[in-house]
């Protein structure tokens, strides 16, 4: 396909990324989830379905050597990030062969290699070490950027607005992605929270803040662009709030009677952001049903690998109850 | 009526000072609120208002005064009209202070002195001249004299004949830092009043004007925040020294302390750490309660992924920051506000790095093993003195870092001596004492003459009042009849 002119958004070739990549996460997500069942995957498992857009859009608008950090709904995070998916699969069932070598799990997951610095359990807590991370890109005087999520649940933690405050202080180069999913664990967010309107939880600090349609791709691509290039030029932190929506519960054991089947399903119908950029790229002939399904099947197969990886890679060693306590 | 101007104390932990200016003339007439002379402790310069009015009759401490005590009357101020009064009698600062040259170690903590913690000063030349010392009747053996300048030098681990200086830990702990940020760019300082106050507790005195805002960096009063920082920090490979004013403060850290320093090697399979310091103050100073009077040894001491150090002498103090500067996991560095004045010899070498993760015996001996860290070195170096008296022959053990715990040094003394008392400052429900004792009588059970003794602080939040912090706190006495239960005397 030739470089797509008609295409009314972007070129082809990031579309198709950002297609295959959210389909990874989904597909990866409903496997992880249905290992979970089987017992494979133990302790607690937080899905990414619904929110891949958020990631995707993000992940493409950094470069090399950018830093991410997460709290613990990383599995998305970690596959756009460019890590392998047997590694995190098999992170999830606690093999030898996972990122962590079994040690971490689910919620924590790290690759130097990646720059993706986890993966953190603590509600909020990823806030200031994502600080830190655009504290060390500052201090070296490079202009890397520093990718701090969270969730609209963190954003009424205490330490983010320390981080706010000294991120604005010494401009330090972090955009702070606020995952509005509106629900913390089963807690709506009007009833939690006296200013909802997240983006503008940056006003006593100076920062500028955005909203932004986290179901749809491109919009968080064009907001995430800007905001990294605020940061590298050296203005200092940036918020954005994407406004998005898990469909499954808060971890594997929620059964999220906190919201209606109705709500869910208006979501999933009319605003899903896989379904909405396929839809579009058909429109924008940017892809064909042929070639969107090849797609389809490379993912499947890449998540049948993990999962059987996942599998198969041995449990640790028990010396390995021992190591890497100190360095 | 005359009315006598006093030394105020301007710390809780200040005991003397420097009245380094009169701003005001005798005959002078002053108005409450009037600022009326400087006055240097060892951590800032400080303005003296006068609260009365009158006129300034006689001045009694003339300026550039040393080591005059806390309340000693300074001045004398008569009401408008009156005459002054009989010349007092001749400050005893000087003298005192003569007596007194480069032994701040015994300064006791009481400014008002018990009948066995020193009276007031200086236990440690005459006994290490061996003249106190006078063994009982009933011993056999004499015991080894105490030597506080020998004990106050790891020997044992720098080369024979190292000449020494005299240095406060202060100076020692602000000279660690200042040599490893010359010797590594990545090694940077924050906190809070770290940078341009020069340190609330003075110990980054001139860091600012030698190294820049860029690594000596004031951060807001966010605890939480700053420590999550600096963690993030060393995961990308920067080497922070996080300063918390106290650790009373570090509390609302923790989360980050535990959870992300401490744990992120181990949960990452060994792809990242965290390289940072976290230092400060910890335990009781004195006067200020319960919030920020906590001994936070054996709560660090309990996480693994943490190395946890808190020296008591100079060179400990100096060989053990640089150590942990330097260390590629997360080190607290617990340090005690009351010993930052303290002075003592210091080997003048170019990289005094030592280890951690090892006691060190201060003083040999036979007849009984005293186990202390910190602070509570103080009270052990006394209860030697006085055992040495009874002609007991104490061994004394610095822990000096409390992860790892160096329990084999103290087990090996307790094959030699047969008795133990670990003297410790904290809580004593799962303590330090009580970790040593537990791995005392698994590992050397047929060797104890006498049960382990211990000698904590009280089960208490430390209360206010001067007689009740006294009690909270371990005393010498305590010490003393520990030793003796242990020696069944």
Known sequence: ?327 | MSVQILMPALSPTMEEGTLAKWLVKEGQAIKAGDVIAEIETDKATMEVEAVDEGTLAKILIPEGSEGVKVNTPIAELTADGEEAGAPPPAPEAKSERSDQASKKDDAAREPVSSPVHGGGGSLSEAKADGGGASPSPSKSRTATPLNREEAAVPWGEIPNGTKTEIQTVREALRDAMAEEMRRDAAVFLMGEEVAQYQGAYKISQGLLDEFGPKRVIDTPITEQGFAGLGVGASFAGLRPIVEFMTWNFAMQAIDQIVNSAAKTLYMAGGQMGSPIVLRGPNGAAARVAAQHSQNYAAWYAHVPGLKVVAPYFAADAKGLLKAAIRDNNPVIFLENEIVYGRSFPVPVMDDLVLPIGKARVVKPGNDITLVSLSHSMGLILDAADELAKDGIDAELIDLRSVRPLDTATVIASVKKTNRLVVVEEGWPICSISSEIAAQVQGDAFDYLDAPVMRVTGKDVPMPYAANLEKLALPSLDEVMSAAKAALYR
């Open chain 1, 1 to 327: 396909m030739s470089k797509t002119a008609t295409a009314p958004s972007g070129n082809a070739a990031l579309l198709t990324q950002f297609y295959r990549d959210m389909l990874l996460i989904r597909r990866f997500e409903e496997r992880a989830g249905q290992l979970y069942g089987m017992g494979l995957i133990g302790g607690f498992c937080h899905l990414y379905i619904g929110q891949e857009a958020v990631v995707v859009g993000m992940q493409a608008a950094i470069e090399p050597g950018d830093q991410v950090i997460t709290a613990y709904r990383d599995h998305g995070h970690m596959l756009a990030a460019g890590m392998e998916p047997n590694g995190v699969m098999a992170e999830l069932t606690g093999r030898s062969g996972g990122y962590s070598k079994g040690k971490g799990g689910s919620m924590h997951m790290f690759s130097r290699e990646k720059n993706f610095y986890g993966g953190h359990g603590i509600v909020g807590a990823q806030v200031p070490l994502g600080t830190g991370l655009a504290f060390a890109n500052r201090y070296r005087d490079n202009d890397r950027v520093c990718l701090t999520y969270f969730g609209d649940g963190a954003a009424n933690q205490g330490q983010v607005y320390e981080s706010f405050n000294m991120a604005a202080v010494w401009k330090l180069p972090v955009v702070y992605v606020i995952e509005n999913n509106q629900y913390a664990m089963g807690t709506a967010i009007s009833r939690s929270t006296s200013e909802t309107h997240l983006h503008r939880r940056g006003v006593s600090f100076n920062i500028p803040g955005e909203e932004v349609d986290g179901m749809d791709v491109e919009a968080v691509y064009a907001a995430g662009r800007k905001a990294v290039e605020h940061c590298r030029k050296g203005s200092g932190p940036y918020i954005l709030e994407m406004k998005t929506y898990r469909y499954r519960g808060h971890s594997m054991s929620d059964p999220a009677k906190y919201r209606t089947k109705e709500e869910v399903q208006e979501m999933r119908e009319k605003h899903d952001p896989i379904e909405g950029l396929r839809a579009k790229m058909i429109a924008a002939g940017v892809g064909d049903e042929a070639a969107l399904k090849a797609i389809d099947k490379e993912i499947r197969d890449i998540v049948a690998g993990a999962a059987e990886f996942a599998q198969l890679s041995p449990e640790p060693e028990p010396k390995e109850l021992w190591t890497e306590i100190y360095a």
